[in-house]
């Protein structure tokens, strides 16, 4: 799967998605921050996942209507929790999210807001 990592997701996982074959960008090593809604526009664009930690995305796809390829929001997850769980929402719900999902997901529960959800 396509994914784009925020820079404020720990770096460090991009080995593990990459083990795990995913095809991994981080916005962490761009040469700076383009701000929330050209990150949205550049997964998009790219057909990325976009994997975050920041809650603002969903207002910018929910509450604005901005185009996505899907959203997957990790939250109170250690830097090593990171990589695990990542990894498992896009094994296991990595279809549902190309179709524009946005998913929040900690270390004991997930939320799906499906792409056809009403606000």
């Not at 040469?31 to 990150?39: A, C, L, N, R, Y």
């Not at 949205?40 to 996942?49: I, K, S, T």
């Not at 190309?98 to 270390?107: H, K, L, M, P, R």
Request: proline share 3%; glycine share 10%.
């Amino acid at each position: 799967m396509n994914v784009l990592l925020d820079t404020c997701v720990y770096g460090g996982i991009i080995g593990d998605l990459r083990v795990a074959g995913h095809d991994v960008i981080w916005s962490g090593d761009w040469p700076e921050d383009p701000g929330d809604e050209e990150i949205l526009e550049y997964a998009n664009r790219e057909g990325r996942v976009l994997v975050t930690l920041d809650k603002d995305f969903g207002e910018l796809a929910v509450v604005h209507n901005k185009p996505h390829c899907g959203i997957l929001r990790l939250v109170n997850l250690s830097s090593r929790q990171q990589a695990e769980i990542c990894i498992q929402v896009l094994d296991q719900y990595g279809q549902t999210l190309q179709e524009g999902a946005i998913i929040t997901a900690d270390v004991d529960r997930l939320r799906i807001r499906p792409a056809d959800a009403e606000v």
